[in-house]
């Protein structure tokens, strides 16, 4: 990727650390989540975590997201909501309601980065996407994302700091449960997430 005449060092130096509780909140989003279920005891039930993802799903929708960015900030897998938007009409009418309700609210043409955006380019980041496939998959040029970070410390700090959690995790995701452990380590608790199934 090409990056150039990008804004000041000493700029950039100074919005690192928004952008690190900006990451921080966003990845730590599951485990506030899992907090908040545990509190009301057992396990979460299968329909009760489809419809939290339902629900971000919606809400992306209603800022103006595509399916794809949605699925992104809903951190399921496009083909899950494509799935569930086939088989689930309330759902599908749902999301066209928040559709509408997006393009009636819509930016002016020559204003089209969001916020909601620049969190799908950072989510998709965080998760291996380059600079270029998470500016597509957030509804933006790459022009026109680079333009932005050519003159936005905040948004260097945050891409570089989304890149940093990248580059920490292991390019195959393995379950915990299955990767070897040194001697005496206690098995992790949360190395995957159960939940109750429903009945059929």
């Known amino acids: 990727m090409f990056e150039s005449k990008r804004p000041d060092d000493e700029a950039v130096r100074a919005a690192v650390p928004r952008a690190e509780d900006v990451v921080e909140w966003l990845a730590a989003r599951d485990e ?38 949605a699925a992104v900030w809903a951190g399921v897998p496009e083909h899950l909501v494509q799935q569930w938007l086939t088989s689930d009409r309330k759902f599908a009418d749902a999301v066209r309601a928040a559709s509408t309700l997006a393009a009636t609210n819509a930016q002016a043409p020559d204003e089209p980065k969001t916020p909601a955006q620049i969190r799908v380019v950072v989510l998709a980041l965080c998760r291996g996407a380059t600079f270029e496939e998470a500016a597509q998959t957030a509804g933006l040029r790459t022009h026109q994302l680079r333009q932005l970070w050519r003159t936005s410390p905040i948004l260097v700090a945050l891409v570089e700091t989304a890149r940093r959690v990248r580059a920490r995790k292991p390019k195959t995701y393995v379950p915990s449960t299955y990767r070897p452990r040194r001697p005496g380590r206690a098995t992790p608790a949360n190395g995957y997430r159960l939940v109750q199934r429903d009945d059929p």
């Open 32 to 69: 506030v989540e899992r907090t908040l279920r545990a509190s009301l005891g057992g396990l979460p039930s299968e329909r009760g975590e489809r419809l939290a993802r339902m629900a971000d799903v919606l809400q992306a929708t209603a800022q103006g997201l595509g399916p794809r960015a």
